[in-house]
């Protein structure tokens, strides 16, 4: 893990909170030259902290409004099988995050639908690709919280 320290955390913070921002608005918001802030930035990228920049999309505005979290139990616990599972969901769009689980669950899907309809379209799909011993869908009635930012460090413990 890079050392970060406190111009490091609040340059993350910027970006979380709007990577659109120019190198000169992010560089004067961390009170730091263009330049030096192009390099930290340069630099978390480089280490893999700063994967890519986005648009964050309303799901409502573009008609997928319909959250679903798909509980996936199986039989089957080969790398093999894994391996297909994998390259199935892949493919599948609708599904936006992809986990393998430890507890009484193997596998958390959240799936991104407009209506019930398409939601068991993306599960005939799923089911057609591969084989699962349980599937289990609950849909999300309100989202409460929902932010996309990683918790970072405190400020206050670094030197």
């Given at each position: 893990?890079?050392?970060?320290?406190?111009?490091?955390?609040?340059?993350?913070?910027?970006?979380?909170?709007?990577?659109?921002?120019?190198?000169?608005?992010?560089?004067?918001?961390?009170?730091?030259s263009?330049?030096a802030?192009?390099?930290?930035?340069?630099?978390?990228?480089?280490?893999?902290?700063?994967?890519?920049r986005?648009?964050?999309?309303?799901?409502?505005?573009?008609?997928?409004g319909?959250?679903?979290?798909?509980?996936?139990?199986?039989?089957?616990?080969?790398?093999?099988?894994?391996?297909?599972?994998?390259?199935?969901?892949?493919?599948?769009?609708?599904?936006?995050?992809?986990?393998?689980?430890?507890?009484?669950?193997?596998?958390?899907?959240?799936?991104?639908?407009?209506?019930?309809?398409?939601?068991?379209?993306?599960?005939?799909?799923?089911?057609?690709?591969?084989?699962?011993?349980?599937?289990?869908?609950?849909?999300?009635?309100?989202?409460?919280?929902?932010?996309?930012?990683?918790?970072?460090?405190?400020?206050?413990?670094?030197?």
């Amino acid at each position: 893990m890079p050392e970060f320290d406190r111009t490091d955390l609040r340059i993350l913070a910027a970006l979380q909170e709007d990577a659109s921002l120019s190198l000169n608005d992010l560089a004067g918001s961390v009170n730091l030259s263009t330049n030096a802030c192009w390099r930290r930035v340069k630099r978390l990228e480089e280490a893999g902290v700063i994967r890519k920049r986005v648009a964050l999309l309303d799901p409502q505005a573009v008609g997928c409004g319909v959250t679903v979290f798909v509980a996936v139990r199986t039989s089957q616990h080969t790398h093999d099988w894994l391996d297909a599972f994998a390259k199935a969901v892949r493919r599948i769009p609708e599904v936006v995050e992809f986990y393998r689980m430890s507890g009484d669950l193997d596998y958390l899907l959240k799936i991104l639908v407009a209506d019930i309809a398409h939601y068991d379209r993306v599960y005939k799909r799923l089911i057609k690709e591969i084989s699962l011993t349980d599937v289990s869908a609950s849909f999300a009635m309100e989202q409460i919280k929902y932010t996309t930012a990683v918790p970072l460090p405190d400020k206050a413990t670094l030197s």
